[in-house]
């Protein structure tokens, strides 16, 4: 299983799950897609966009699932982001998790984005 997550703050995530869909962050509609990381991106991410923001949550998508709406491409600094060209339906996420604040741009992130499991393990099929 090859995860990717979406970073966002809990109050856009709780409209999303009364809509039961997320069409992105304003970033993300002025882009034309949604923007994504991969659990190596995660810490980069939260630095660079979010050092500054409290009660964000994490969510995590199978990349699979997503098809051919998801695309791998390369950011400025030459790092290849994956970014979902569609509306998020939200039947498609596997958990969402809150992301604890430790400090001022210290985030805790949950063990469980960083372990990406075979299919075949836990019952996953």
Known sequence: MSLVFKILPAVDWRAAEEAKVYRGSADDKRDGFIHLSTSDQLAGTLARHFSQQKNLVLVA?????????????????????????????????????????????????????????????????
């Open 61 to 125: 998508i199978e990349a699979d699932d997503l098809g051919d709406k998801l695309k791998w491409e390369e950011s400025r600094e030459g790092d290849s982001f994956p970014h979902l060209y569609h509306a998020l339906d939200l039947s498609l996420v596997r958990w969402v998790s809150t992301i604890g604040d430790k400090a001022d741009g210290v985030f805790a992130l949950p063990a469980r984005a960083f372990v990406n499991l075979d299919k075949n393990q836990n019952g996953l099929s």
